[in-house]
């Protein structure tokens, strides 16, 4: 996530002041007398996802929306000292519990794996606990209060459990862009605005029974969260684990449901939910293992058509290159004019018809067997002569070229690895040609990584790709241009994994590619 200015961060703070205090005085109900504690707490979510998104830096923001939440809403049973406590063991058990997610093995945001949601789950239910323990623990402490504790502790736990498994996933998964156009695409959806509307209506039909079958009747709601579950995966679950807990509420509220059976109807919402984000994360997997194999299936397509096109191919261009070569001894057996071009044109043709000969046998042998002809070569060498080359060629766009300042030595498939930087250096320029009036230029740069990669950028001022195009640019036969076949990107990301790299692109409004390739250990000088 890029770093925001400094106004843009103010922004967001006083958003999320605003927003920690409405949420919190909107579920300030049932509260257990002396401790405060509610059976429904949706506003740490809000806290943890900004600790998560912004970093540790903002957690005197959250300790400040949690003192002013206890100074407004629960003046009449605390004091100061005891607000300013308890803000900081609550803004404290939030920031671990964001640490926890960002750990050394993050939490992915968009969460479409179910080790991710499972995480997810796990940090947020020990979380609960353990904060819910220091919680009543400082209460006991500074009000003096001893009877009730354990149930207060019962009740912030599933209050503050219940509240971040509903909301946190949305808040997260809103965060990330592919997963927030999925999530306002469904609400354009005629089939999701029924389910929903099956998920009012189960609602309605629980909270109109008597609070005795309130309870028996609730396993209603199971079954269009399934149906939504199944269809939308958790992109169309986790809005409606939302809803559905605002309906509860809603519900709690107009029937007159008493604080224990609220209790009761938490803990089944708490099951639903997780039984609905299971399923869910399930069928994301199952689509995107689907999704992967077409892209398997597209790119042995590819290679059969490229094996294909390189037999058909290698025969004319080792036929050309005979005809220069036989044409060049020709001339040097004729007198000539000391000055005359042709030979070095001829000459020409013939090393231009053996890279493109040796490039289609290297991608033959590529895509039939995988065998690459490696061996060591100074990076920067090889990649600075490709930039200089493609500026000669293309004088009216700006080619900038940043190396190392010392040798950089990979074993790689010198052919294979050029003609990467070739392609990404032809899209970079297609991309700034869309530039009418403003500036044209490429910057090409080399960088050490840590474990031992070195990575290569190419940065373009063209218009940059949107991130739902992040990955599909690279499956084959996919292309926006209108003479584009879609198979240079998806070749060029084969070629950098078969080296033991990766290949991808960083979305904004600038294009930037990047590749990045094992280093060679050697004793060079």
């Known amino acids: 996530m890029p770093e925001p200015t400094r106004r843009r961060l103010f922004f967001i703070y006083a958003v999320f002041v605003v927003a920690y205090l409405v949420l919190d005085r909107a579920s300030y109900l049932f509260p257990l007398p002396g401790f405060n504690v509610t059976p429904w707490n949706p506003q740490p979510s809000l806290a943890i996802a900004l ?60 969460l479409r794996h179910r080790e991710d949601v499972a995480r997810l789950l796990v940090v947020i239910t020990v979380g609960s606990l353990l904060t819910g323990l220091a919680l009543v623990l400082s209460i006991m402490v500074t009000r003096g209060l001893l009877e009730g504790a354990l149930l207060a502790w019962l009740r912030f736990w599933i209050g503050d459990t219940v509240g971040m498994v509903v ?24 089939e999701y605005l029924g389910q929903c509307i099956a998920l009012v209506a189960s609602l309605l039909l629980v909270f109109s029974l008597p609070e005795s079958l309130q309870l028996e009747f609730f396993y209603l709601l199971f079954l269009p969260l399934i149906w939504i579950a199944v269809r939308h995966g958790l992109a169309g679950t986790a809005p409606a684990m939302v809803f559905a807990q605002v309906g509860v509420i809603f519900g709690v509220i107009g029937s007159g449901t008493s604080s224990l059976s609220v209790l009761e109807l938490q803990v089944l919402l708490l099951a639903l939910a997780i039984a609905g984000f299971f399923i869910a994360v399930v069928v994301d997997e199952r689509q995107e293992i689907s999704e992967s194999l077409q892209r398997t299936l597209k790119l042995a397509a590819a290679g059969e058509m490229a094996a294909a096109i390189a037999h058909e191919l290698n025969q004319p261009l080792t036929a050309l290159n005979n005809y220069a070569q036989a044409c060049r001894a020709i001339m040097e057996k004729t007198q000539s004019l000391p000055d005359d071009p042709l030979p070095r044109v001829l000459g020409q043709i013939s090393a231009e018809a053996m890279r493109a000969g040796d490039v289609i046998r290297r991608l033959r042998d590529l895509f ?45 498939d010198e052919v294979q690895v050029a003609l990467v930087l070739r392609n990404l250096l032809q899209n970079a320029f297609d991309a700034v040609s869309k530039n009418v009036n403003s500036e044209k230029r490429i910057d090409v740069s080399v960088s050490k990584e840590d474990h031992g990669f070195v990575r290569v950028d190419v940065l373009d001022s063209g218009p940059g790709v949107a991130g739902d195009r992040q990955e599909k640019i690279f499956e084959p036969f996919y292309s926006d241009k209108l003479s584009g076949m879609g198979v240079g990107l998806s070749l060029s990301r084969t070629i950098i994994e078969s080296h033991g790299g990766q290949l991808e692109v960083e979305p904004g409004p600038e294009g930037r590619f990047y590749f990045t390739l094992p280093l060679h250990e050697t004793s060079h000088e």
């Open 167 to 190: 909301s946190l996933p949305l808040i997260l998964m809103l965060s990330n862009e592919v997963r927030r156009k999925q999530i306002i695409g469904l609400g354009r959806s005629r």
């Open 368 to 412: 039939k067997g995988g065998r690459l002809e490696r061996m060591e070569c100074d990076l920067n060498g090889l990649l600075a002569d490709i930039v200089e080359d493609f500026g000669h060629k293309h004088p009216d766009v700006a080619v900038t070229w940043q190396a190392l300042p010392q040798q950089v030595f990979a074993r790689i």
């Open 51 to 110: 600790l998560v998104l912004i970093g540790q830096k903002a957690i005197w923001v959250v300790y400040l929306a949690i003192l002013a939440a206890e100074l407004m809403f629960r003046w009449e049973v605390t004091s100061l000292s005891s607000a300013m406590l308890v803000g900081a063991v609550l803004a404290l058990g939030y920031s671990a519990m964001a640490t926890a997610m960002r750990g050394s093995r993050p939490i992915a945001l968009s």
